[in-house]
T-cell receptor
């Protein structure tokens, strides 16, 4: 497999702008997760999908955040009206189906680093 | 609620020294435990995992970890560190879906 990919790797934006990030999971991984990591902290769960269904959202995911996985493959995370507090690394992970011997593992992408000026 | 505590925030070692990083978790059910490593500006790489069975688990790069249910701990060890082990290390727990991470330990290995 080619691993989880994320695009862009870096994004600098001005406060108030909208940004969108993309995650391409490992093929045939039906579960996809988004995490946010701020400086000096561990990653924090934002949301997760099983196929195209968004099954859980964290309280961290305010109304300005929306995530989609329209065809059960790639996912997008959009932040509207960005604030300086949104500056962080946004990590995506995918997980194989229950039939896989590695179904308990999450495989992480390289992340998208967002800086809001 | 699930939580993970990593008490060592920064560790500085010389090459060839032994390493032990502490991890304590809080979770009421069956736990799956993980250690991840993150190099600067990079994503997370899985070092090792514990689901069940032998409580001493071996991982990549010569790392191992021991699960102690009575202490709710999953400490990471390496007998002899290398300069290339300089990175940040995260302990994580999951019950079924989301991972809950500790705040991380930043390891600096001096040559």
């Amino acid at each position: 497999d080619t691993g989880v990919s994320q695009d862009p790797r870096h994004k600098i934006t001005k406060r108030g702008q909208n940004v969108t990030f993309r995650c391409d999971p490992i093929s045939e991984h039906n579960r996809l997760y988004w995490y946010r990591q701020t400086l000096g902290q561990g990653p924090e769960f934002l949301t997760y999908f099983q196929n195209e269904a968004q099954l859980e959202k964290s309280r961290l995911l305010s109304d300005r955040f929306s995530a989609e996985r329209p065809k059960g493959s790639f996912s997008t995370l959009e932040i509207q009206r960005t604030e300086q507090g949104d500056s962080a690394m946004y990590l995506c992970a995918s997980r194989p189906p229950m039939t896989s011997g590695k179904h308990n593992e999450q495989f992480f992408g390289p992340g998208t680093r967002l800086t809001v000026l | 609620a699930q939580s993970v505590s990593q008490h060592n925030h920064h560790v500085i070692l010389s090459e060839a020294a032994s390493l032990e990083l502490g991890c304590n978790y809080s979770y009421g059910g069956t736990v799956n435990l993980f250690w991840y490593v993150q190099s600067p500006g990079q994503g997370l790489q899985l070092l090792l995992k514990y689901f069940s069975g032998d409580t001493l688990v071996q991982g990549i790069k010569g790392f191992e970890a021991e699960f102690k249910r009575s202490q709710s701990s999953f400490n990471l060890r390496k007998p002899s560190v290398q300069w290339s082990d300089t990175a940040e290390y995260f302990c994580a727990v999951t019950g079924f879906q989301k991972l809950v991470f500790g705040t991380g330990t930043r390891l600096l290995v001096s040559p």
